[in-house]
């Protein structure tokens, strides 16, 4: 007797595993049942497994009333006591750890360039369609089917409108957005959305989430802003797999946490854990698009920092149309095939930021000048003054009290010199260390 013909639990675990091992998997990094769905693994939230190990049972014992076997009595006896819940829950809970069920949850929804969609698999790095299949490991899935083919009018008016005009830019934020469908983050790049509201960009971000279903994600903006505070937050778990990832800011004074940022942006592992849970990393996949009506405060003057960020000015300003937001969904399959244009554009030309939000981006630097301030309130250029170095930080603090400057806010004596020293000539001298190329304003 083999162990799948056992009347035992673990006989009765194995017989469901040669049947439906290719159909069900348990992923044991996140406790939960997935199941084959046509084009994905669908994770079950309504109970599906049980009602497919109820029927297993039920199969099992209409075969054993139709048989002549001497275990005919017995098979049906075990078989309706199988279908009691302890009798069902007894089953699972040792067919979960079974091969080919069991799996160690490695492996899912990792392939950057393939992504789910209803009718399939889009192909991103070709544009093509294909049916999905079991080893793709994919759980997500958009919401819209996938149509090359599909036209999108009011989509296009709508892009037009809310730039513009401006058709650089247009194909720009499409790149950009066919960039985002994909796993991969090589780009390192942080897209800042700025206007003031009736400007399109929240239509533009939800209509994309709404698209985007399962690779979509809304994350609070206190994900990336400054706290003052090093721990690692809940909010960094939900991003795994997540490839559009979308959050606002209406208030003034918001600061950045560049550092956060930095690494969200970037290619190496990221460490996160759920609430009360244990660490783990993860691949980052995101691209984030940060929708503000004030530019965020940044104290990172870096270039390993500003060269990730692309700010996307939103200039035009729109009466409300109730039923804008309708006719874009009608276009959603369009939208969707518009998406993956973008993509493939991308892979053929970069990102290729248009002068546009170079100049604002370059702008946004000038302004989060941590020094710009100080030079302008409390110092004069000319080169042959010179101020010793003490002197100017102690002239910088003045004037961030002034400026109502927290200790947080205001530069380091350490990050100041080095600051300093960057723009002027810095000298030791028998008076002391001083910077040349500028004096103390008079009083």
Not at 25 to 30: I, L, N
């Amino acid at each position: 007797m083999t162990v799948t013909d056992a009347l035992t639990d673990a006989g009765a675990a194995a017989r469901f595993a040669e049947r439906h091992g290719a159909e069900v998997r348990f992923d044991h990094r996140r406790r939960r049942w997935l199941l084959w769905s046509g084009h994905r693994w669908m994770q079950d939230v309504d109970g599906a497994i049980t009602r497919l190990a109820l029927a297993f049972a039920r199969d099992w014992q209409r075969a054993a009333l139709d048989s002549t076997s001497t275990e005919r009595e017995a098979t049906v006896k075990f078989t309706l006591r199988l279908e009691r819940r302890d009798g069902l829950g007894n089953m699972l809970a040792i067919a979960r750890d079974l091969k080919p069920i069991a799996d160690d949850g490695d492996g899912w929804d990792t392939d950057p360039w393939l992504l789910g969609v209803p009718n399939g698999v889009v192909d991103l790095r070709t544009g093509e369609l294909r049916p999905g299949r079991p080893d793709d490991r994919l759980t997500m899935q958009t919401t819209v089917p996938y149509d090359a083919a599909a036209d999108g009018p009011r989509w296009s008016q709508f892009v037009a409108e809310i730039f513009g005009g401006d058709g650089d830019l247009v194909e720009f934020v499409q790149r950009g957005l066919g960039y985002s469908l994909t796993g991969v983050t090589t780009e390192q790049v942080l897209f800042l959305c700025f206007g003031t509201g009736s400007n399109g960009k929240g239509t533009l971000t939800n209509t994309l989430k709404r698209i985007l279903g399962d690779y979509a994600w809304n994350m609070p903006f206190a994900t990336v802003e400054w706290n003052g505070r090093g721990s690692i937050p809940n909010d960094l778990a939900a991003l795994v797999g997540r490839r559009f990832i979308t959050a606002s800011e209406t208030t003034d004074g918001a600061r950045l946490n560049e550092a956060r940022i930095k690494t969200l942006t970037g290619c190496d592992p990221v460490t996160a854990r759920f609430l009360h849970g244990e660490f783990f990393t993860f691949e980052p996949a995101g691209k984030y698009w940060l929708s503000v009506n004030h530019k965020p405060v940044v104290r990172d003057d870096s270039y390993g920092f500003w060269r990730r960020l692309r700010l996307i000015p939103f200039t035009q300003r729109f009466a409300l149309n109730p039923a804008l937001s309708d006719e874009l969904a009608a276009e959603s399959p369009a939208i969707l095939a518009w998406l993956v244009r973008g993509c493939l554009d991308w892979q053929k030309r970069g990102l290729q930021p248009p002068p546009v939000v170079l100049a604002a981006t370059h702008e946004y630097e000038q302004d989060s000048d941590p020094l710009a301030g100080f030079l302008k309130d409390m110092c004069v250029l000319a080169d042959t003054a010179e101020i010793r170095a003490k002197d100017a930080f102690f002239a910088y603090e003045t004037w961030c009290v002034a400026q109502g400057l927290t200790r947080d806010e205001r530069l380091t004596n350490t990050s100041f010199g080095r600051r300093m020293a960057e723009r002027f000539e810095r000298r030791d001298t028998a008076a002391g260390r001083v910077y040349r190329g500028l004096r103390k304003r008079a009083s």
